[in-house]
């Protein structure tokens, strides 16, 4: 029993930290949050829209792939790829605000689908957790997604609040964030590319 709750803390983390990282749909919520503070909702359901059905087609491919030597690649890609992230999360960044004139809800489908780093995570680091929820059956799965999900949701809706309020107080604390998730995903990434071999 504390196995799949420990599972599911490790899927918080990291997911926040995935989702934390700068990227087209961050530029989205912060954009469209400035004309609308409850933009961040919008923006993940269209995130949703392409990311359940993403987690459902790796998932299917998990259950007929799922050997040890396809984990322990999965492992170590998706740990290098989680340093790297985490590694770039200290570093500075300049964000270009761009205005998307479209609803939130297409903002968050064309930002997802659109955005290489995302189906790259989903193809390594989100491929072995994915691994790992399957473990604990289909139902466990259904379980992460949400999991995974409620942390986008917060994440943008954040952003879209945050930036509909002061846009300064938010990048101010941000640089915190991002130091103390990418501390936790380099631990995180040494963990995936050790843990097969154990």
Same mark, same amino acid.
């Given at each position: 029993?504390?196995?799949?709750?420990?599972?599911?803390?490790? @899927?918080?983390?990291?997911? !926040?930290?995935? =989702?934390?990282? +700068?990227?087209?749909? @961050?530029?989205?919520?912060?954009?469209?949050?400035?004309?609308?503070?409850?933009?961040?909702?919008?923006?993940?359901?269209?995130?949703?829209?392409?990311? /359940? +059905?993403?987690?459902?087609? &790796?998932? /299917?491919?998990?259950?007929?792939?799922?050997?040890?030597?396809?984990?322990?690649?999965?492992?170590?890609?998706?740990?290098?790829?989680?340093?790297?992230?985490?590694?770039?999360?200290?570093?500075?960044?300049?964000?270009?605000?761009?205005?998307? +004139?479209?609803?939130? @809800?297409?903002?968050?489908?064309?930002?997802?689908?659109?955005?290489?780093? /995302?189906?790259?995570?989903?193809?390594?680091?989100?491929?072995?957790?994915?691994?790992?929820?399957?473990?604990?059956? &289909?139902?466990?799965?259904? !379980?992460?997604?949400?999991?995974?999900?409620? *942390?986008?949701?917060?994440?943008?809706?954040?952003?879209?609040?945050?930036?509909?309020?002061?846009?300064?107080?938010?990048?101010?604390?941000?640089?915190?964030?991002?130091?103390? *998730?990418?501390?936790?995903? &380099? =631990?995180?990434?040494?963990?995936?590319?050790?843990?097969? /071999?154990?």
């Amino acid at each position: 029993m504390l196995e799949p709750l420990l599972l599911l803390g490790t @899927t918080v983390v990291i997911s !926040l930290s995935g =989702v934390m990282m +700068p990227g087209p749909v @961050t530029a989205g919520a912060i954009t469209k949050g400035a004309e609308d503070k409850k933009a961040g909702v919008k923006i993940a359901l269209g995130h949703a829209l392409v990311e /359940f +059905p993403l987690i459902a087609l &790796v998932a /299917f491919g998990l259950t007929f792939m799922a050997t040890w030597s396809v984990k322990a690649t999965i492992g170590v890609v998706g740990g290098l790829l989680m340093i790297y992230m985490g590694v770039q999360l200290f570093m500075p960044v300049k964000e270009e605000e761009k205005r998307f +004139p479209y609803p939130s @809800t297409l903002v968050g489908v064309v930002t997802s689908g659109g955005n290489p780093y /995302f189906l790259i995570w989903w193809a390594t680091v989100g491929g072995a957790l994915i691994s790992r929820a399957l473990e604990y059956g &289909v139902l466990f799965l259904v !379980l992460f997604a949400v999991v995974h999900w409620s *942390c986008d949701l917060a994440w943008y809706s954040f952003l879209s609040f945050s930036s509909n309020r002061t846009l300064e107080y938010w990048y101010e604390h941000r640089r915190k964030i991002f130091g103390l *998730c990418g501390a936790l995903m &380099v =631990v995180f990434g040494v963990w995936f590319i050790v843990s097969p /071999f154990l």
